[in-house]
């Protein structure tokens, strides 16, 4: 038989485990504080545009390549050179792409046949040309 100190001690630890959980239980968090206004010291800068790229120089007439209309497909390029007394305009003639080269131009090629060099002699070549082309192989899965 226990002691009636013991019942005492035991009903009181039971007591203080239900008011503490009850009080838990009660218990709410304080609603939220709203935040503070920003400062306008403090407010993120505006967003930026980049600037404008520069327009490459044109090549004046005095230092372009003549103007050769009837040159064959196979030695034509395009210069663009700088419109008379505008030097913002460009204008586009037709010259001879050895003489451009001769004159240490570069030629870029945007021909339909063009294909990176890591390709010549590939078998994969013609059909990166064809794709480039739109002329695939209607057989062939893509």
Known sequence: MRSP???????SFILASVAASTA???CRRAAPVPPRAVEETHRAPPPVAPAPRPRPK???VADALPALPDVPPERRAIQVVAAQG????GEERQVDA???RARGLTIVDLSDEWAPAVLDGATYRSEF????ADRRDRKSVV
């Open 24 to 26: 838990a239980v009660s």
């Open 129 to 132: 040309t064809g794709l480039a």
């Open 58 to 60: 044109l090549v004046s």
């Open 98 to 100: 050895d003489a451009a």
């Open 5 to 11: 100190l013991s019942h005492f001690v035991r009903a």
């Open 86 to 89: 505008k030097h913002d305009e």
